[in-house]
Nanobody, 117 residues
């Protein structure tokens, strides 16, 4: 059974930082794209950042220069370093793994990030 467990969410003031972690089990992640999505109240889920198995990254424009995605395949983990957080970053953040061999994605349980003064 594939499981993704997230951690690192919380509440911070604008300008603060958080580091999200996601660790998978039951899957070999080397040939997957790993990433982070977020969903704010009343909005659709959107891709925040992703990284392919060979290191190609994608970021949504609103987080470029502030967020950094990284991964450690041996630990089956993906991370999202979030700096200079803004209130509009407030959302539930979901870890995602997309295997190259399947159309089925795997999702973490979600972790709340709240940025407010």
């Amino acid at each position: 059974q594939v499981q993704l467990v997230e951690s690192g969410g919380g509440s911070v003031q604008p300008g603060g930082s958080l580091r999200l972690s996601c660790t998978a089990s039951g899957i070999i992640v080397s040939r997957t794209t790993m990433g982070w999505y977020r969903q704010a109240p009343g909005k659709q889920r959107e891709l925040v950042a992703s990284m392919t198995g060979n290191g190609i990254t994608t970021y949504t424009d609103s987080v470029k220069g502030r967020f950094t995605i990284s991964r450690n395949n041996s630990r089956k983990s993906v991370y999202l370093q979030m700096n200079s957080l803004k209130p509009e970053d407030t959302a539930v953040y979901y870890c995602n793994i997309s295997p190259s061999s399947s159309s089925v994605d795997y999702w973490g349980q979600g972790t709340q990030v709240t940025v407010s003064s």
